[in-house]
């Protein structure tokens, strides 16, 4: 059973006051996958995950998740699911500890809180109360919330909004280590960056439609894209040539110019490149 | 069964946890009928009649107020910012039964309420002179009426949290409407000296059947002539206050709301 898909969604469809928030999407997740939805603020990515993950009704289309249809969800399918929500849940005037040993009493078979604790590097703050965290050690805490139930797939909703840089990076190691113990993700962002550092396959949403569905390397075809192949000339004028071979023209102009060819590079599409093509183009592209 | 109580308890004792460590609400909540029965006991000293002081009287309808504040005021304010943090769809989340978030709130308002009128007891005993009631039937009255009365404010208090839009909202919502509960439910003044139609009114909520209720337990019988119905009409305090928590529950059931509106 484990070749099951952890998520299969079909034509799902979900309107607001009869505008299109969720288009039509189709969806496969593979179990032990990272797979990340990519768009633009406003695109349906969480709709989308708040359907799979059985906060909102879908108006049409065909679900399920770990083989059970979110709507009609029981506590058993809740166990097996981790989520970490776009916005976080305070707790106030209790501790780091107090709150993560709470949640881990709400399953069946939880992993030692404290050892989460350190996991999401909160090992420092345990006994420090949660509104005196720094936005990113909230994030922590949210995540050491999605994970104590011990999740076989965990939705984790733009996890780094809002964070600076180093810290975000910072947070990324986190999540490999997760994925490194083998759980599922689906991970929603608007970060380019973060759906290239993080996932196996990315979907690009766009208009509440999927626009494409490839590993990071061949979004949008990048991989068999013509390449931009830039060189100077002897006399120290920029050129540059597209070409499905590039190869062959690196190799014409190195023995052209004998040996060394000044100021070369070989570039393909980016993923910005391809992603802002597919968000631009309505999601059709 | 046994998961079941041991949820209810852990979050009951989370709740009370979290009531402790905020001290505005610790503060207000615990010293508020006091500094009311302060207030009230100098103002006036005179008594009510038949040797029986305003103080006996008013201790009533601040018991009652007391666990209104807990029960009804406290949950209506506290569930709406709950909910807008995003603490009640995190729980959503969670296998837990939607059932232990209630339970874990009423065991909070119990304990609460059970420290706050015994505050309240003592203080008035020691300070103003009250006379706790010497029978044991009237020590019965006292906790069922105490009781069904909380619970009836807990069930509505739970139910109401679903009219306030958001947690900033909640207190000017709810405020007025257990203020001007407390007026024309004879928490301030004697009941039978309000006009007749606003008794009428307030005898559709449940704080005038609790009110009435505790003046069974702490005034003498022979004042039960004064009441409305000219006796203390206990069968029918029962009666109102239960059907409350029917009424309390049914909307819970149907309005509770466990994410903000802006959030779908």
């Keep these: 059973m484990d070749d099951e898909p952890a998520i299969v969604a079909r034509n799902l469809r979900k309107s607001y006051g009869g505008v299109a928030a969720v288009d ?34 879908r108006d049409a289309g065909e679900v399920s998740v770990l083989g059970t249809d979110p709507a009609r969800a029981d506590a058993a399918w809740r166990a097996r699911i981790g989520i970490v929500l776009q916005s976080t849940g305070e707790f106030e005037d209790l ?48 995540v050491a919330l999605g994970i104590i139930g011990r999740p076989e797939l965990l939705f984790l909703d733009e996890p780094t909004t809002g964070f600076d840089p180093e810290a975000r990076v910072e947070f990324w190691d986190l999540i490999r280590g997760l994925i490194a113990l083998g759980t599922t993700i689906v991970l929603t962002t608007h970060y380019l960056d973060e759906a290239e550092a993080l996932a196996d396959r990315i979907a690009v949403i766009a208009g509440g439609r999927v626009a494409a569905v490839a590993s990071p390397a061949d979004l949008g075809g990048r991989r068999n894209a013509p390449a931009t192949v830039a060189w100077r000339s002897p006399e120290g004028e920029p050129r540059s040539e597209q070409t499905a071979t590039p190869t062959a023209l690196v190799a014409e102009l190195s023995a052209r110019l004998g040996g060394e060819i000044p100021g070369l590079t070989v570039t393909r599409p980016t993923l910005e490149d391809v992603y802002l093509t597919m968000i631009g183009s309505g999601g059709r592209a | 069964m046994t998961a079941a109580t041991t949820l209810a308890r852990r979050q009951g004792a989370l ?10 609400s610790v503060v207000f909540t615990m010293a508020f009928p006091v500094i009311m029965i302060f207030i009230f006991a100098s103002i006036f000293k005179g008594d009510i009649g038949g040797g029986v002081r305003f103080t006996q009287y008013f201790v009533t309808g601040m018991i009652a107020t007391g666990l209104l504040s807990v029960g009804f005021q406290s949950l209506a304010i506290q569930i709406p910012i709950e909910r807008d943090r995003g603490v009640l769809k ?21 304990a609460i309420g059970v420290a706050e009128t015994a505050l309240l007891l003592a203080v008035a005993a020691l300070f103003f002179d009250l006379t706790l009631p010497r029978t044991a039937d009237r020590w019965v009255t006292f906790a069922w009426v105490s009781v069904l009365g909380i619970t009836a404010c807990t069930l509505c208090g739970i139910a109401f949290s679903s009219v306030a839009r958001t947690g900033r909202g909640a207190s000017a919502v709810v405020t007025p409407v257990a203020l001007v509960l407390q007026f024309i439910s004879g928490v301030f003044f004697v009941f039978t000296d309000l006009p007749g139609w606003m008794q009428q009114v307030a005898a559709l909520f449940p704080l005038k059947w609790m009110c009435q209720g505790l003046r069974a337990v702490f005034l003498p019988d022979s004042f039960a002539g004064l009441e409305p119905g000219g006796s203390w009409e206990l069968g029918k305090v029962a009666m109102v ?23 779908g």
């Design chain 1, 24 to 57: 039509g999407v189709d969806l496969t997740v593979r179990r032990g996958e990272v797979f990340a939805l990519l768009g633009p603020n406003g695109a349906g990515k969480t709709t989308t995950v708040e359907i799979l993950e059985g906060y909102r009704r």
């Design chain 1, 95 to 142: 501790t780091v500890r107090e709150v993560v040993h709470h949640f881990a009493g709400f399953y069946p078979a939880p992993y030692p809180p404290d050892d989460v604790i350190a996991q999401v590097g909160l090992a420092g703050k345990a006994n420090a109360r949660t509104h005196g965290l720094s936005g990113g050690q909230r994030r922590r805490l949210d």
């Design chain 2, 15 to 24: 709740e009370i946890k979290q009531f402790l460590r905020s001290r505005e």
């Design chain 2, 90 to 110: 995190r729980l959503r989340g969670t296998p837990v039964p939607k059932w232990v978030y209630f339970a874990g709130k009423t065991v909070m308002v119990l």
């Design chain 2, 241 to 263: 206050l239960g059907a409350w928590c029917v009424i309390g529950l049914v909307l819970c059931l149907t309005t509770f709301r466990w994410t903000s509106r802006r959030d």
